[in-house]
C-alpha cells in the first residue's frame, strides 16, 4: 500500500495503490491527502483483520455488471413477471441511457440527471420509478460484492407512488348480472370463478391456485397461486384463511357436481386437461368472459381485480374492523387503510348488514326485477324452465291509498 501525489492540468491528486487478497494491484484516485491517508489507513488495518479490501475499483460498466447482476441475483430469486418487468427497464430506459458509464461514474448527479431526462422525454412516473428501483438494486449488489463503496440511488428522490385510481367495488347486483349473463351461455367455470373473486377477495392467481381441498364447511384456504402456468406462493408467501360465505359455498359445491375434475387434490378451476392456467389462457378468460359480462353489466371498463374491491367493500359494510378486512383480504392494515379509507368513511356508520343478505338480496333482484328492471311479455328468458319467472302487470292506474308520486306498477314474480 502506498500514497502518490499526481499532478493534473487542473491541480494534483493522490492516488493510493494496493494488492488484494489474491495479489491483484488496484488503485484509485483521490482529491485530497487527508482522504488518500484514511484510506490508505483502511486498507492497512483490513489487511492486519484478514478482511477484504473495501473496494474494488474495475472499469466494469453498468452493462457489463447488470449481466452478472441477472445471473446471480434475478435469476435465481425473483418471479417470472419480476423478472420481465426489471428487464424491461434495463433495455428500455436504463442500458440505452447510462449502460457505458462505470460504476464508479454513476454519482448522485448523473443518476438526478437520469430522471429529469426521462421525465422530459415524457416517461411516466410509474416508468421512472420503476427503473429506478431496478437501478437501485444493481448498484445495492454492486456495493455488497464491493464493486462500489456506496450507493448513489437512494440519495435522489423518486416519483410518488401515490395510486391514480380510485378504488370502485362494483356492487352485489352489478356482480350478479355478470354471473347471471355467464350461466345463461353455459359458462359456469367462469361464473364461479366471479363469485369467487367477487365473495372471497381472492387475487386472481390465488383463485385459479385453489384445490378443492381448500374448501372447508365455513372457510376457504389461501396458501397458493398461479403465474404462467406454475403454482406458486401467494403474493405475501403467506397463508390466510376467508370466510366462506353461504352463497359462495353454494356456488363452488354446484360447480363441482358439474366439473370432471372435483376431485380433493383437483384445482377448482382448471385448464380442460387439469392443469393450471397459462399466462394466454388468463388473458383470454379477462378479455372475452370477464370483459362480455362487465360489458353487459354495464361496467364496460371493470378489471377483475375490482372484483376483489368488492368483497372489502361487502365487510366494510357488515362492520368489519380494518385489522379484519386486512387479514382476510391479506395485505397490512396500513395498505387497508389507505386503499379503502373512503369506503370505511363511506359505509362505516350506516346500517351494518350481514354479506351474506346483501348478496341474496342482489341475486334474488335477478330472479324477480324490480319496477325500473321490467321486463317484456315477450322477452326470451335464458334461464332454465325451473328457475323461469313470470311479469305480470297488476294494474296501470293509481291506486287508492298510494301516495302520490308511488310508481303506480306493481310486479309479481311466480314461479313457471
Request: with cysteine; proline share 6%; glycine share 6%.
Amino acid at each position: 500500500m502506498s500514497v502518490e501525489r499526481l499532478e493534473r492540468k487542473n491541480g494534483h491528486v493522490y492516488r493510493v495503490r494496493w494488492r488484494d487478497e489474491l495479489g491483484r494491484a488496484h488503485s484509485r484516485v483521490v482529491g485530497r491527502k487527508r482522504d488518500a491517508d484514511a484510506l490508505d489507513q483502511e486498507l492497512r488495518r483490513a489487511k492486519r483483520l484478514g478482511a477484504a479490501a473495501p473496494i474494488n475499483t474495475s472499469s466494469e460498466t453498468l452493462e457489463e455488471f447488470a449481466k452478472l447482476w441477472w445471473s446471480r441475483h434475478v435469476a435465481p430469486n425473483l418471479a417470472r413477471h419480476t423478472r420481465e418487468g426489471y428487464a424491461s427497464a434495463l433495455d428500455v430506459h436504463l442500458i440505452p441511457r447510462i449502460g457505458d458509464y462505470r460504476l464508479s461514474q454513476l454519482t448522485v448527479e448523473v443518476i438526478s440527471d437520469l430522471r429529469a431526462a426521462m421525465t422530459a422525454d415524457g416517461v411516466g412516473d410509474t416508468a421512472v420509478r420503476k427503473a429506478l428501483t431496478v437501478l437501485q438494486s444493481i448498484l445495492q449488489r454492486a456495493v455488497e460484492w464491493r464493486r462500489i463503496d456506496r450507493h448513489p440511488v437512494r440519495d435522489v428522490r423518486k416519483p410518488s407512488q401515490a395510486r391514480t385510481r380510485v378504488v370502485r367495488p362494483l356492487s352485489p347486483v352489478t356482480v350478479e348480472r355478470m354471473r347471471a349473463y355467464l350461466l345463461a351461455r353455459d359458462r359456469p367455470l367462469d361464473a364461479t370463478l366471479v363469485s369467487v373473486l367477487a365473495y372471497a377477495g381472492l387475487r386472481p392467481g390465488e383463485a385459479i391456485g385453489l384445490r378443492w381441498h381448500d374448501l372447508g364447511e365455513r372457510t376457504l384456504l389461501v396458501e397458493r397461486s398461479v403465474a404462467f402456468g406454475q403454482l406458486k406462493s401467494t403474493k405475501t408467501a403467506s397463508t390466510r384463511s376467508v370466510r366462506l360465505l353461504a352463497p359462495l359455498r353454494a356456488d363452488l359445491l354446484n360447480w363441482r357436481a358439474q366439473t370432471r375434475h372435483g376431485e380433493d387434490l383437483d384445482l377448482i378451476f382448471p385448464s380442460p386437461d387439469g392443469s393450471p392456467w397459462n399466462a394466454d389462457r388468463v388473458r383470454n378468460w379477462r378479455k372475452r368472459a370477464f370483459a362480455e359480462a362487465a360489458e353487459n353489466a354495464q361496467v364496460p371498463n371493470a378489471r377483475p381485480y375490482d372484483l376483489r374491491h368488492s368483497f372489502v367493500s361487502l365487510l366494510i359494510a357488515q362492520g368489519a374492523t380494518v385489522v379484519e378486512v386486512a387479514r382476510q383480504a391479506g395485505h397490512a392494515p396500513t395498505m387497508t387503510l389507505s386503499t379503502y379509507a373512503h369506503l370505511f368513511d363511506e359505509l362505516d356508520d350506516g346500517d351494518h348488514r350481514p354479506a351474506a343478505d346483501q348478496i341474496r338480496e342482489a341475486r334474488e333482484g335477478q330472479r324477480c326485477p324490480k319496477v325500473s328492471v321490467l321486463c317484456p311479455p315477450d322477452a326470451a328468458d335464458p334461464r332454465p324452465d325451473a328457475e323461469k319467472h313470470r311479469i305480470t302487470r297488476a294494474f296501470a292506474e293509481p291506486t287508492p291509498g298510494i301516495e302520490p308520486g308511488t310508481p303506480s306498477l306493481r310486479v309479481k314474480c311466480s314461479t313457471s
